[in-house]
């Protein structure tokens, strides 16, 4: 598809934030989200957790455990498993965006109480052609972002675990001018991520239940720049925490409710609106600006939780939460649904998920369909398809444990 330099800009700066057209309507002081770069690193790349609103703190392990936290593969119930996603993503603006994943570990130890983890994610926007004004044609882009990443998680108990994930992201988003014209820029940036996992089994009445904990700081690392760090912006860093309690409803038959919520541990850009007007406060703007500029991401995680301009009444806009469901037939058959829900000042990201999945020994294929509530949202009707391949039994199937 065709798009020019000043749409693909735009299209950049609305496609994480879908619902930019409300700041008008309810005052520019009040609409005020929070910048990163790298926005695809918090795209859920899996359907079992999209379908329930975005969900994965605390509940049941799978091959996703690296996106949403590392800790639980300690807990997982399978030697080996290696999965694969892809997500058309906002289907309503275009039809060449996707983000395809691949993820999988594998336990170690003769216990089965580590794993080794890893993960590659590809985020393409598709063909982008430039103008040089005058409607003549410039070059033919290809912008995308990746990342690779490797985690290693271990129980420190029979009911706690902890992982730690290091990453490697690049991002070819960038433009820089030359007397060749425009020309793509890649940035590239490290991070860790950090996490725990517990889970008890509790019994009420006579049966036997599940009650997990999980958080995951992730994305704690260096910032990215196309321009030489004349403009750096801050990794997605993130808080999430978790709680997931599961219940047998009968015989082969469970649920499990979940909570998320989340907090991007980024400093909030200052903004000329949030000053006096005048001399002084130009120049306290410009100062606040070159002091967000020169922080670094590690003062910016313990500043994010005092920085905004609306004090505590806005720090907590900035918390998104997720409130989801599974069901579980004999854990072969799966119903999902879950709701997504994010400040109208800090994004506007509301949406219902709805998902299935269908297990085998051998693989699982989920399937997950978004639906917004807000207005105009782009993220609406977005479909996410994931595909396991569980390798115990591949080994069942290829010559049976030995």
């Known amino acids: 598809m065709k798009k020019t330099k ?7 700066a609305t496609a994480f934030l879908p619902v930019a057209a409300f700041a008008e ?3 520019k002081n009040e609409f005020n989200p929070i910048e990163t770069g790298v926005t695809s690193l918090s795209i859920a790349p899996d359907a079992r957790g999209a379908s329930m609103g975005d969900i994965g703190a605390a509940t049941d392990p799978d091959a996703y455990s690296q996106f949403w936290n590392p800790s639980k593969y300690a807990f997982a119930y399978s030697q080996a498993a290696v999965s694969l996603s892809y997500t058309p993503w906002l289907r309503k603006l275009v039809n060449d965006i996707f983000l395809a994943d691949v993820s999988g570990y594998y336990k170690i130890g003769s216990n089965d109480n580590q794993a080794i983890s890893a993960s590659l994610r590809y985020f393409s926007l598709g063909e982008v052609n430039t103008s040089e004004g005058d409607g003549i044609v410039g070059q033919s882009l290809n912008p995308y972002e990746m990342s690779f990443d490797i985690g290693y998680s271990r129980k420190l108990s029979e009911k706690f675990s902890m992982g730690v994930v290091f990453r490697y992201i690049y991002s070819a988003l960038g433009f820089s001018e030359s007397y060749a014209g ?14 725990g996992y517990y889970t008890t089994y509790p019994i009420i009445g006579r049966n036997e239940c599940q009650w997990s904990w999980g958080w995951n700081i992730s994305n704690i690392g260096t910032k990215v720049s196309y321009d030489g760090g004349e403009n750096p912006a801050f990794l997605p860093t993130n808080l999430k925490i978790g709680t997931s309690f599961m219940f047998p409803l009968a015989d082969y038959h469970t649920l499990a409710l979940n909570l998320d919520l989340n907090k991007l541990l980024v400093l909030t850009k200052p903004r000329r609106i949030d000053f006096e007007e005048g001399i002084e406060g130009e120049e306290e ?10 922080m670094s991401s590690i003062t910016g995680i313990f500043k994010s939780f005092s920085d905004a301009p609306g004090g505590f009444k806005e720090e907590l806009r900035e918390i998104t939460w997720s409130l989801g469901a599974e069901y579980a037939y004999n854990n072969q058959f799966f119903l999902r649904a879950g709701y997504y829900y994010e400040s109208e000042f800090k994004g506007n990201r509301q949406y219902f998920g709805l998902g299935a999945g269908f297990s085998l020994n051998v693989l699982r294929l989920d399937a997950s369909y978004m639906m917004a509530t807000a207005q105009t949202s782009p993220l609406d009707q977005t479909l996410r398809f994931s595909l396991t391949f569980d390798m115990d039994g591949l080994r069942d199937i290829f010559g049976g444990r030995r």
């Open 182 to 195: 425009d020309q793509n820029t890649g940035a590239s940036a490290f991070s860790a991520d950090i996490s």
């Open 6 to 12: 000043q749409i693909f800009i735009a299209f950049l």
């Open 285 to 294: 703007y410009i100062s606040k600006l070159e002091d967000w500029k020169n």
């Open 25 to 27: 309507s309810s005052g």
